[in-house]
């Protein structure tokens, strides 16, 4: 008996002493909201603001370690990839671009993170919050034809297609990820669009990435696969019909599970703009891309799903 209550004593004890050890969540005053209608804001609040914000709030249970230090490095990660409570110091457009990739993780499943939702009910995302988030971002008509941009368009878009040598000394991506000038030249596997900004995106593979998905190997993808997605923006013919226009960026994921151990097998890389400059801050903006793709880990990390190629 007495083993028992020294045993007993002994992990009161720690869990008292556990208790002092309390990385800092910290609360910053709220500068810039996301500028949204009310509705919007409440489901975000709702849902999101927890971590998402520096309007953090915790319940008494996420304040009792260990769930609590959890709780700071999820609020710390959160705040990283998204906070609501600065997102509104970005331009309208990329404010709806950082909402429509959050929107997508919520579509998938992935955020509210699952294992949140398990101990905060309340923050599930009901079907009908859902639609009225995608209804916000829905503005899907095409803009109205400008022949000034079309023509624009066209002599920028020829001048992607065109140029070379200019693309032989762009900078490597801030991690290192060198850029691929001949990317131009690999066979589409994909295309999508993204509807909430008016953009176009088409999906190139190189040689190995071809002959995987010839191969139907592609659960995992082979080291040295690579992808390219070149985005621009839709620019709609006097018909209304859709094609690309303006040059917006490039971005490859590159198949290495050993280099790029630390972001998922991947290398990640993005360069915007008709110069060419490389995306991020710094080495680590590649978690950023990781948190995107992470909905997709049963899928290699790709969102990609091949078209089949018909050989002739």
């Not at 110091?89 to 997508?104: G, H, K």
């Not at 923050?123 to 209804?135: C, R, S, W």
């Not at 290192?176 to 593979?205: M, Q, V």
Request: with cysteine.
């Amino acid at each position: 008996m007495s083993t028992i209550k020294g045993l007993a004593a002994v992990g009161i004890a720690l869990f008292i002493g556990i208790q002092l050890i309390r990385p800092t969540i910290t609360h910053p005053p709220v500068t810039t909201e996301i500028q949204a209608p009310a509705p919007v804001k409440q489901i975000l609040r709702n849902s999101c603001y927890a971590c998402h914000s520096n309007e953090t709030q915790l319940s008494w249970f996420d304040q009792v370690a260990p769930a609590y230090w959890l709780v700071a490095h999820d609020v710390k990660t959160a705040r990283a990839h998204l906070n609501f409570s600065e997102l509104g110091a970005l331009p309208p457009a990329t404010q709806r671009a950082e909402l429509y990739e959050a929107v997508n993780m919520i579509r998938l499943g992935a955020m509210p993170l699952p294992s949140y939702q398990h101990a905060h009910p309340q923050a599930i995302v009901t079907p009908e919050q859902l639609a009225t988030l995608e209804h916000y971002l829905q503005p899907f008509a095409p803009p109205a034809p400008d022949p000034k941009a079309t023509t624009e368009a066209d002599e920028q878009f020829h001048q992607w297609t065109t140029s070379t040598s200019s693309t032989t000394s762009v900078q490597p991506e801030l991690n290192g990820l060198p850029f691929f000038p001949d990317y131009k030249n690999w066979k589409p596997i994909s295309s999508t669009d993204r509807g909430d900004n008016h953009t176009l995106r088409e999906i190139l593979g190189n040689d190995i990435a071809v002959k995987a998905i010839a191969e139907k190997k592609i659960q995992p993808w082979p080291d040295g696969a690579i992808f390219a997605k070149v985005a621009w923006t839709a620019v709609p013919d006097e018909q209304g019909i859709l094609r690309a226009g303006k040059f917006l960026q490039v971005e490859f994921m590159v198949k290495d599970k050993a280099k790029y151990a630390s972001t998922a097998g991947w290398g990640f890389g993005r360069w915007r703009g008709i110069d060419l400059k490389p995306y991020g801050k710094g080495p680590k903006f590649a978690s950023e891309c990781v948190g995107c793709h992470n909905p997709m880990r049963d899928n290699d990390f790709v969102y990609t799903i091949p078209v089949e190629r018909i050989s002739q």
